[in-house]
Structure formats: C-alpha cells, structure tokens
C-alpha cells in the first residue's frame, strides 16, 4: 500500500459486519456498497493464496472464505467491503488461486471448470476469460482466469500442465477453447 495509512479496525469486526450483510446464499454485492475508506489493513494476500493479518497466516479456512465474498478491487487496489467500512489489502498477485480445473467436451464445445482456493466454481468462457502473462525476463508464464467483478486465480502450476495437454491450435496460436471462446496461450511460431 502506497502512503495511505493503516487502519485499526480488526478482521472480527469486518467480517461480523460481513455476516451481517450476508443475506441467503451468494455473494454480497459489494459493487453497490459505496461506505467511506477507512485506511488500510495489515492483511495481505501471497501469490499462492494464503491470507496474511499482521503477518501472520489466517488459519481458518471459513473467515478467510468470508474475506473472500467481501473482496472488491477498484483500480488496481484491492479492499474488503462492507455496507459500514471499506479498507484497503496488499494482494501479491492474484487475490485468488485456481487448485483444480476439469475439462467437458472437445474442441470449440469444450468447457473448462476451475475451482478457486476459496471453494468459488467458474467456467471460463466470454464471461471469465483466461489470460496469461509471460515473465519478460524468463518468459515464463503466469495464466489466469476471471472468477468475478475483476477478480482474478491465479492457475496453479499443475492445472495449467494438465490445460496445455489438452491445448489447440487454432489460427497461428496455440490455446484453449472453453464456452466457445479461443483462449490463445503462446504463438505456435515459438513453440518447439
């Protein structure tokens, strides 16, 4: 976080303001909670999806799923939401991670179903489009998938071993189709 400061409210007090807000099944909307920023907190995500306050690892599992439901990124930075507060989070990477994907289909009629590290299911297509970055330096590449409301996974290193298996080649690129949709990966010029 830039020179914006840190803020006391805990992560209790959000998430019971979270729960509050939390009607039925679903995500709340945090698109339309407009509350005042209140600063930042010390929570952070790492790039492999673990959740951080004041440097330490959340263990449990349920809150950071709660965090997760309140998560909004406005620009490029990202705050926990409520209809009473809104404060701001360092995110390494990608606020979530994607742990698994399952392919249905073939070809053009083929769908590609990620789960997140949070337990959130969505299937790549026009509406969450797969993406990938490549390290300028090593070239390496960093794919991702749109889970919702510019929110992002990261794919993990074995999903993305297991999409390339099933990659095609489609008009001078090597990708994916899922929902319809060409997802290209990597020029089939640079591929050995």
């Given at each position: 976080m830039s020179a914006r400061s840190v803020t006391s409210p805990s992560p209790e007090g959000i998430a019971a303001s979270a729960r509050a807000a939390v009607k039925g099944r679903g995500l709340p909307p945090v698109h339309l909670w407009n509350p005042p920023f209140c600063g930042d907190l010390d929570m952070r995500i790492a790039r492999d999806g673990t959740w951080f306050y004041l440097g330490t690892p959340i263990g449990r599992p349920e809150l950071v799923r709660l965090f997760?439901?309140?998560l909004r990124k406005d620009g490029d930075n990202y705050f926990l939401v409520t209809p009473v507060e809104k404060v701001g989070?360092?995110?390494d990477d990608a606020p979530f991670v994607a742990v698994d994907v399952e392919a249905a289909g073939q070809g053009?009629?083929?769908v590609l179903r990620f789960e997140t590290n949070v337990g959130d299911h969505v299937s790549a297509g026009p509406e969450h489009p797969i993406r990938v970055?490549?390290?300028p330096e090593t070239g390496e590449p960093a794919p991702y998938v749109l889970v919702?409301?510019?929110l992002e996974a990261l794919i993990d290193r074995k999903s993305f071993?297991?999409?390339v298996e099933i990659g095609a080649r489609f008009e001078g690129w090597f990708g994916l189709w899922s929902g319809g949709t060409f997802f290209p990966v990597i020029p089939e010029a640079e591929l050995p």
């Open positions: 997760s439901t309140i989070i360092t995110v053009r009629d083929q970055e490549r390290d919702r409301a510019n071993y297991r999409l």
